[in-house]
């Protein structure tokens, strides 16, 4: 017999996806009698996709961090028999996570070995190396740490002895040499700087970081001051040099300033732009060569063919531009114009191309009208004739004014009859004053007496009384 076909298993179905717990607050409650729902396909796929998170976009690149640059200005401070004080600046460049501090090496001479003379960064830029033996001489730099690395070191040129430095080395620049030392070519020049320090400091001169040329310039050195000495000055002598005073590494410098000037050279392009009148008008160009100063003003002089003399017509003009005025009609004049610096004038000057004619202007004489005034007046007396006492045998004189045009005639009356020829009588007229003399007088020359003035205008006349008394 076929044996019996046994039942296939059924398989077993998946368990459901269990959901984490929600908050007995946050579950809805199914009524008691309603079976709760069963989650299906399409609902978990749509819960599975709200759920799902935005794609995270891509972060930017973090700059790259780079270490600080060197420390700044790396200097001796101080020596003492064990010890060495350093400062220095911060460096221009930090970096971005910021400064952590510096660190200090040091180095025996005549070894490589480089040794850390403090265990930790610090920020300060001031340090004391201690513990050192007298007599040593160290190499020391100094390095700029931050979180990206160390920097290259800032180091010092020459190694410091440690000994006891009884005094700093200091520069006692005198006062006229603080500001520019001006010599003129040709001039000696000589400048003595005083200093100080103990023991005796090294004394340096540089000029543009260059050694000096010995063939032209003398160096003198003492304990307590170097005098720096040039025999001739030339233009190539100016320029700024460098004194510095170096004690086993501690140093003091100063800068001297020296210019040595010569006279200008001409102006340029001088041309007469203009002639007016009695005026000039004259232009001109700075000069090529101020001289190694700057140009002060410059000198203006003219010239008259007929003498062939210069004057000067302006001292100091600071324009490259003038007029020239008060210039004679009829002559012809050259112009020339110097420039002039701290110096002196120029050696030579520039002197115009052509000349300057001063022309006679045309005039027409027009004569003055003149108003004609009628001076044509009557006779009258401005001072009458007045009474008079007299004595007998004393000469009497009777005055009076009389004004008139043409001149008038001068009549004289004794009781209205006519005096003519009589020596008794003197008669006078001057300047319009009339007089008549009577001579040795009698009671009987008294009466009235009359002056009449006639003329083709007119007449006038005035009387007096004269009363003549006997002797007492």
């Known amino acids: 017999p076929a044996p019996k076909k046994e039942p296939k298993e059924q398989p077993a179905p998946a368990p459901a996806a269990e959901k984490p717990p929600t908050p007995a607050a946050e579950q809805p409650t199914a009524p008691a009698d309603q079976p709760a729902p069963v989650p299906t396909a399409e609902t978990t796929l749509a819960a599975g996709e709200g759920s799902s998170a935005p794609a995270a976009e891509p972060k930017p690149k973090k700059p790259k961090a780079e270490p600080p640059s060197s420390p700044l200005s790396l200097a001796v401070e101080e020596v003492s028999e064990n010890s060495v004080t350093l400062t ?25 070995d480089w040794t850390a003379a403090n265990k ?28 990206s690395g160390v920097s290259v070191p800032a180091t010092l040129e020459q190694p410091v002895l440690i000994r006891e430095i009884l005094q700093l080395p200091r520069i006692r620049m005198p006062r ?43 160096i003198r050195n003492t304990e307590t001051d170097t005098i720096f000495y040039i025999r001739e000055a030339q233009r190539s002598d100016s320029g700024k040099y460098e004194l510095t005073v170096r004690i086993n590494g501690a140093e003091d410098k100063a800068t001297l300033d020296v210019r040595v000037i010569e006279p200008p050279g001409p102006p340029q392009n001088l041309k007469l732009v203009d002639v007016w009148g009695f005026n000039v008008a004259l232009e001109w160009s700075p000069p090529m060569d101020n001289g190694n100063s700057e140009i002060k003003g410059y000198v203006v002089q003219k010239s008259d063919q007929k003498s062939g003399k210069w004057f000067t017509v302006l001292e100091r003009c600071t324009r490259t531009s003038c007029t020239v005025s008060d210039l004679i009609i009829g ?8 420039a002039e610096n701290a110096s002196g004038l120029s050696e030579k000057a520039a002197v115009t191309s052509r000349v300057a004619h001063i022309k006679k202007t045309k005039t027409t004489y027009r004569p003055q009208k003149i108003t004609q005034w009628d001076m ?37 009356m004794k009781n209205q009859m006519e005096i003519r020829e009589d020596p008794k009588y003197i008669a006078m007229t001057k300047q319009g ?35 003549v008394k006997g002797k007492i």
């Open 433 to 467: 004053v009339c007089s008549l003399e009577i001579r040795k007088p009698s009671p009987f020359d008294g009466g009235v007496y009359t002056c009449k003035a006639v003329n083709a205008l007119g007449e006038a006349s005035v009387d007096c009384k004269l009363d």
């Open 88 to 112: 220095w600046k911060a460096p221009e460049q930090t970096g971005q996570p910021g400064l952590d501090g510096y660190v200090v090496e040091i180095c025996k001479d005549g070894s490589s």
């Open 120 to 147: 930790e960064p610090f920020l300060s830029t001031r340090y004391t190396i201690q513990d050192l033996s007298s007599g040593d001489k160290v190499h020391v730099r100094v390095k700029a740490v931050n979180a």
């Open 176 to 218: 006229h040499l603080r500001q520019t030392y001006v010599r003129r070519v040709g001039d000696a020049v000589n400048m003595m700087i005083p200093f100080q320090g103990k023991p005796r400091p090294e004394v340096i001169w540089t000029k543009g970081d260059q050694p000096l040329d010995t063939s032209r310039i003398n």
């Open 331 to 338: 002559n012809t004049y050259s112009f020339r114009v110097f």
């Open 376 to 412: 044509m007046e009557p006779p009258k007396f401005t001072q009458p004739l007045t009474d008079r006492t007299t004595t007998r045998g004393y000469s009497t004189h009777l005055f009076c004014c009389v004004r008139g045009f043409p001149q008038p005639k001068i009549i004289w």
